[in-house]
């Protein structure tokens, strides 16, 4: 079929606003000399808080302000020497550095596609990229526990046996994964959220599931047994405060929100604590073996509600809330 000449898109105005409008636009065009596809966008998420990175974190160099960075679609056009060609079914967490994917027709690169999971449907692999990859890299890179090759999941899975891992937001978009990925590669995983999300966190994999609203993290920790090897914070702030009283001594606290040191106890007195705070990068490999373990059954994403584009601002509220179930996507099928 022809290409239309115009799309929708969801245009951010200005790095200092947090509303959005629909718009049209002209189709953006690959340039294939640059490993850039284009792409038919069937189904596309937002990430909590993205709405603020343009002004908190600008891209490097001024670009249209089009938020969603997980897509699933169908290759449109591709360079000749590309793995991913005309007609394939992809998925992938785009480059902060290009406009994002809540638009009919996007760009990605080679190196952060992957083939779409054929056992999920367009708006399930639109839930994994971010998420799934961001869990990967916190396992197999930024803990500190594995040192090797981060695709060798048999070689991961022998350094992670038996540490005890503690997950906070564990029914989130992230912390679902890492608890997932933590349980797979055989650690004693304590996962955190609300009441109504326990018997979720608890079908994840997790082995000790605590409600952050009646439990508290310092009088937890203090019983027998109960400090970890590593804690993996997904929400900051107060709940990176408290998780701070369950590290032992030479453990390793990490956030994907903020730099633990920032909301650091002033009475800790734990030793030799290893802090870390990192930002996900794409990576086709990762997604990749990401893939294969969905399409074994070993792992799976959590769609909280599904959206057409139009309902834009009503999704977006859904997911500042703060209280989503996993992940909210826009069907880009739907009107």
């Not at 699933?72 to 994002?100: H, K």
Request: with cysteine.
């Amino acid at each position: 079929m022809p290409l239309p000449t115009t799309m929708r898109a969801l245009v951010q105005p200005s790095s200092e606003s947090r509303d959005l409008s629909l718009t049209t636009k002209q189709l953006p065009v690959a340039n294939l000399s640059q490993g850039e596809h284009l792409i038919r966008v069937h189904a596309c998420s937002p990430c909590a808080g993205e709405l603020l990175w343009p002004k908190n974190f600008p891209p490097p160099k001024p670009r249209e302000l089009v938020p969603c960075p997980d897509i699933s679609g169908i290759i449109v056009s591709a360079p000749t020497d590309s793995p991913f060609q005309p007609g394939d079914e992809v998925y992938a967490r785009t480059n902060y550095i290009r406009p994002a994917n809540a638009r009919d027709f996007t760009i990605g690169v080679t190196d952060e596609l992957a083939h779409k999971p054929k056992t999920l449907s367009w708006v399930e692999a639109a839930a994994v990229p971010v998420s799934a990859e961001t869990a990967w890299q916190i396992l197999f890179i930024h803990a500190g526990i594995f040192k090797g090759e981060d695709t060798d999941v048999s070689a991961a899975r022998e350094a992670w046996s038996g540490k005890r891992v503690l997950v906070t937001a564990a029914s989130g978009g992230v912390g679902m994964w890492v608890t997932q990925l933590a349980a797979l590669l055989g650690a004693d995983v304590v996962g955190t959220c609300g009441p109504d999300n326990l018997a979720l966190v608890k079908s994840l994999g997790a082995n000790e599931v605590l409600n952050y609203r009646t439990t508290s993290m310092r009088d937890w920790a203090e019983q027998p047994g109960k400090k970890v090897d590593v804690v993996i914070d997904c929400i900051g702030r107060k709940s990176l405060e408290d998780a701070w009283w369950a590290v032992r001594d030479g453990g390793v606290i990490l956030s994907i929100f903020q730099p633990p040191t920032q909301v650091r106890p002033e009475d800790f007195k734990g030793e030799a604590v290893h802090d870390v705070f990192f930002v996900m990068e794409p990576n086709r490999m990762q997604l990749e073996q990401i893939t294969k373990l969905v399409d074994d059954g070993k792992c799976r994403p959590m769609v909280d509600s599904v959206w057409p584009l139009e309902q834009f601002e009503e999704a977006f509220k859904r997911l500042d809330g703060g209280h989503s179930k996993g992940k909210i996507v826009f069907d880009l099928s739907l009107n």
